[in-house]
C-alpha cells in the first residue's frame, strides 16, 4: 500500500512538472508572439470554436486553425512554406484562407525578428493542434 502510494505520488509530481515546463514554455511563446506583434491580427485559439457565422472575419487565421489545417490530410503548405511567410509576408492573391478571413496580406518579420525566433514561434504555434493523424 505505501509502495502504491509513493510510486503514484511520484507519477502526480512526474506530471505536475511536465505539465508546468509546458506551461512556460507557452507563456514564453505567447509573449514572443505579443512582443512580435502577431497577437495584432492572429488569435491564439481557434476562431471556431461553435457557430460563428455572425462573427467578424478575423485579420489573420487563428495559430489553433494554422495547426489544424497543417497536420490535417489536407498538405496545402510546408514548413517552408511557413517560415517563408512568416519571413517575408504572404500574398492576398495566393491566399490559403480565401472567405475565412478578411483578405488583407501578412507583413515581412525579416527585419525586425531572428530566424531563431521565427522558428521557434512556428514550432508552438504548429504544436497548437498536433493531436491529429
Ligand atoms: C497585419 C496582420 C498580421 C500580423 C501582424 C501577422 N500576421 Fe500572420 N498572417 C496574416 C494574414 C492576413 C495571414 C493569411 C495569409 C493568407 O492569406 O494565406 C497570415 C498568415 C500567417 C501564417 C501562415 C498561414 C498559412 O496557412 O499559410 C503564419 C504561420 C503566420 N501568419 C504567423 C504569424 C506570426 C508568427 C506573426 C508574428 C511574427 C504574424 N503572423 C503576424 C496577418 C498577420
Known sequence: MKKSNTICS?????????F?????ADAAMEKLAMD????TCHS???DNPGDNSSKELPIGPSFYDIST?????????????LVRTIKYGSSPYRSHWKEKITG????????TMSDIDMNKLLIW???????QS
Not at 508546468?20 to 512556460?24: K, L
Not at 512580435?36 to 497577437?39: E, Q
Open 10 to 18: 511520484s507519477i502526480l509530481m512526474t506530471a505536475s512538472l511536465m
Open 20 to 24: 508546468s515546463n509546458f506551461a512556460i
Open 36 to 39: 512580435s506583434g502577431c497577437i
Open 44 to 46: 491564439i485559439n481557434s
Open 69 to 81: 489545417r497543417f497536420h490535417s490530410n489536407e498538405h496545402y503548405v510546408t514548413y517552408e512554406e
Open 104 to 111: 488583407l496580406a501578412m507583413p515581412p518579420n525579416s527585419e
Open 125 to 131: 504555434i504548429l504544436s497548437l493542434n498536433d493531436q
